[in-house]
């Protein structure tokens, strides 16, 4: 069974920054892109970015970009969007998800809340 | 980066009647190996998102039937035949032919 285990809730301050592990488990990880997507609280997704575990190599959204920073260790099949200078427009839920564009493979995590606050 | 546009944002629907999305790209989704990657993701309340649709018209694993996919290059629709009640919840396309992929604003599907 394939799953994607996230941790829990983080609150940060403003200025701070966050790293999110996503546990793989059920498949090869680094046969399938990690991508990461935020959805602040009632609105809709935005795509973040991805990963290729296979050679570390990363694409990110112009809008996160020099902000964040995406890895995948594959020691322990864990991919990790870290954040920095966070602020309030930062606070939302961030999923991570393993999405193949051209078959039936699409498998997502709990999501994580990021609440940043002082 | 590519505007997803979806219409209506919010679709009240009767049960057992069929409801339609539509999803406009700003440019083409064909991809250079001739395939369009334009899918549809259904969110319920409080719940991660999940994939129905792939390459337009393709059901993931475990999407009932009732759920379709059509379209080409800028113009795409999902269907539900038959609404049922656990349909109820956000569906949003989402194109991965170029880079970044980008969302839909989403739309609202609830029961009369």
């Known amino acids: 069974e394939v799953q994607l285990v996230q941790s829990g809730a983080e609150v940060k301050k403003p200025g701070a920054t966050v790293k999110i592990p996503c546990k793989v488990s059920?498949?090869?990880?680094?046969?399938?892109?990690i991508h990461w997507v935020q959805q602040a609280p009632g609105k809709g997704l935005e795509w973040v970015g991805l990963?290729?575990?296979?050679?570390?190599?990363?694409i990110y959204a112009e809008k996160f970009q020099g902000r964040v920073t995406i890895t995948a260790d594959t020691s322990t099949d864990t991919a990790y969007v870290e954040l920095s200078s966070l602020t309030s427009e930062d606070t939302a839920v961030y999923y991570c998800?393993?999405?193949?564009?051209?078959?039936?493979?699409?498998?997502w995590g709990q999501g994580t809340l990021v609440t940043v606050s002082s | 980066d590519v505007v997803m546009t979806q219409s209506p944002l919010s679709l009240p629907v009767t049960l057992g009647q069929p409801a339609s999305i539509s999803c406009r790209s700003s440019?083409?989704?064909?991809?250079?190996?001739?395939?369009?990657?334009l899918n549809w993701f259904q969110q319920r309340p409080g719940q991660s998102p999940r994939r129905l649709i792939y390459?337009?018209?393709n059901r993931d694993s475990g999407v009932p039937d009732r759920f379709s996919g059509s379209g080409s290059g800028t113009d795409f629709t999902l269907k539900i035949s038959r609404v049922e009640a656990e349909d109820v919840g956000v569906y949003y396309c989402?194109?991965?032919?170029?880079?970044?992929?980008?969302f839909g604003q989403g739309t609202k599907v609830e029961i009369k």
């Open positions: 390459k337009v018209s």
């Open positions: 989402m194109q991965g032919t170029h880079w970044p992929w980008t």
């Open positions: 059920g498949y090869t990880f680094t046969d399938q892109y």
């Open positions: 998800a393993t999405i193949d564009s051209g078959r039936p493979f699409d498998y």
């Open positions: 440019q083409s989704l064909v991809y250079s190996d001739g395939n369009t990657y």
């Open positions: 990963v290729d575990p296979e050679d570390g190599e990363t």
